[in-house]
């Protein structure tokens, strides 16, 4: 089972159910026609530009397919039961039905963080109640993490949140990136040109960043695995 036969209203009414200021605070990113999205829409930079190549001169552009998982760019975790695996179909992630099962990749904090930003390409997630799948930045301490019930939300990595939309159907592409001087944004995009900024946060001026990847079970899991098939950093 995949996301993309499942119902946005059941996702949407799940989102509202978890969203503690409600439905007005939820983008709604599925009901737009001519696949347009609503909250702050810019096209890339270089639009056009095939997704797998999504900057000039990525210092890493990977499809996450090789022998080993999460080389050679970052190492591997895995706790409590849960695996990293890598295949045709990209970086697989499988908790296990325990309390802090987790696992994923990170690397230490020597990654670049330029305009471009860090980008994952998500096509599959855990599902449950309180299950994640995260792309996380830190230096800035960032992440973009998905519910097991299709809400995604931007927040620092001690759970600040800074905004949310309800994921509408997989494949999708987030990304983290600095604006300014100060400023970083979480964004999500279809398609790797057309980007919905989900929110702001203000961490300072940019410096060599770490990445993270990483899916795991707080409780109800229900099944599943997520599934990152490429990442993309950008000086």
């Known amino acids: 089972m995949s996301w993309r036969g499942v119902s946005w209203r059941a996702i949407a009414a799940a989102a509202c159910a978890l969203a503690a200021t409600g439905c007005d605070f939820v983008f709604r990113i599925d009901h737009i026609p001519e ?4 909250a702050d829409v810019r096209p890339e ?3 056009g530009v095939d997704a797998d190549q999504l900057c000039a001169s990525p210092v890493i552009n990977t499809a996450l397919d090789g ?4 080389a050679p760019w970052g190492m591997k975790y ?3 039961g849960a695996t990293v695996t890598s295949g045709s179909s990209g970086l697989v992630i499988k908790p296990q039905n325990q309390f ?12 670049p963080f330029g305009i ?5 390409h998500v096509t599959d997630l855990v599902r449950g109640a309180a299950v994640y799948t995260t792309l996380q930045v830190h230096g800035p301490d960032l992440e973009i993490k998905a519910s097991g019930t299709g809400v995604v939300v931007f927040q620092t ?6 905004g949310m939309a309800v994921i509408s159907e997989l494949p999708m592409w987030w990304r983290i990136r600095p604006v300014g001087t100060v400023d970083v944004i979480g964004e999500i995009s279809p398609d790797g040109e057309s980007w919905t900024m989900l929110g702001t946060a203000s961490p300072g001026p940019p410096a060599p960043v770490g990445v993270e990847l ?6 109800g899991f229900t099944g599943g695995q997520s599934v990152f098939d490429r990442l993309v950093v950008c000086p």
């Open 35 to 38: 696949q347009r999205i609503d």
């Open 45 to 47: 930079d270089g639009a």
């Open 67 to 70: 022998t080993v998982p999460c």
């Open 78 to 80: 895995e706790d409590f």
């Open 100 to 111: 802090n099962s987790v696992a994923g990749c990170y690397s230490s904090n020597s990654q």
């Open 116 to 120: 471009g930003g860090v980008k994952a």
């Open 157 to 162: 990595t001690n759970n600040v949140q800074l």
């Open 214 to 219: 990483n899916a795991g079970v707080d409780n």
